[in-house]
């Protein structure tokens, strides 16, 4: 008989995760005890939520989603980020991922988060809409250039993640892939690496984030003159600039920007033309 569980994030917990996750994504290497700790237990926006599914002694399945705060039509806000999935091979095709996922949402409402989002690709994306009742606001943006950004323009944001000195500090010192940053005008430039030659590239207006950022692992340095955005603009900020669509042949898998309110909030669902979303605000890199 299974049985469903909240998460933990106890030190041996983590080492059941990190297994589980790492035979079900034999082609990376991120999921150590020490990602998990960073990203379960260390996060300065609260705790991780979600729930596991137990056969016995047996991890069969793991649902989690991670705390944030984001601007959402003018108001910031609590929110969570659906993230770490995996299913044991011996227990696929039961359900368990919509359990856990139905679960961990009424946890997060009862824990005062308004919504979660969630980056899915086009494998997992029906069954967030179909299943779980998630909004499709749009497909993410991926486009390579060089320099700045057209300015942002005055406007509402419908979706903006919300960052601090706290949160920032954190979020670049990610094991395996820390954060670089530098001031530039008005504007904080972050990067990491993305492939050879190419970094994956965001802004923020500096006036959105505390007047001095230390961030412990960030260097300084300037990222890589190719520059990978991938995200979303609102429309109205006009554009792109000096950045060119990657065609979807070239992507590994279009990636689409997913919403959920949850219940008990009194968010609804997001304007897609108003979405301000950058690789810093999920685990893209």
Not at 25 to 51: C, I, S
Not at 151 to 156: A, E, I, K, Q, T
Not at 169 to 178: E, I, L, S, T, Y
Request: hydrophobic share 45%.
């Amino acid at each position: 008989m299974t049985t469903l569980l909240p998460i933990r994030t106890d030190d041996d917990a983590l080492t059941k995760y990190a297994q589980l996750l790492s035979a079900c994504f034999p082609g990376t290497d991120k999921f150590t005890r020490a990602y998990l700790q960073w990203l379960y237990r260390d996060n300065p926006d609260g705790v991780a939520v979600g729930f596991d599914a137990w056969d016995g002694d047996q991890l069969a399945a793991h649902y989690v989603c991670i705390a944030a705060r984001a601007d959402i039509n003018g108001v910031t806000v609590p929110v969570l980020l659906s993230l770490n999935t995996a299913t044991h091979p011996a227990h696929q095709g039961k359900g368990l991922f919509t359990k856990l996922a139905a679960l961990t949402y009424e946890a997060g409402a009862r824990h005062g988060y308004h919504g979660v989002y969630g980056v899915a690709n086009a494998n997992s994306t029906p069954g967030f809409l179909r299943k779980l009742n998630f909004q499709l606001v749009r497909p993410l943006e991926a486009r390579i250039g060089f320099g700045t950004l057209p300015p942002p323009r005055p406007g509402p944001r419908s979706f903006a993640r919300r960052w601090d000195q706290a949160s920032l500090a954190w979020r670049a010192v990610c094991p395996g892939k820390p954060l670089g940053a530098r001031r530039h005008g008005d504007l904080w430039q972050f990067h990491a690496p993305a492939m050879p030659l190419v970094h994956a590239y965001a802004e923020v207006a500096a006036a959105s984030l505390p007047p001095v950022i230390a961030l412990p692992a960030a260097g300084a340095t300037a990222p890589a003159t190719l520059r990978l955005f991938l995200g979303l603009r609102p429309d109205a900020d006009g554009g792109y600039g000096r950045y060119v669509n990657v065609p979807q042949r070239l992507r590994p898998s279009p990636l689409n920007l997913i919403w959920l309110p949850l219940a008990g909030s009194d968010q609804g669902r997001l304007a897609p033309e108003a979405i301000d979303f950058s690789f810093l605000d999920f685990d893209a890199y």
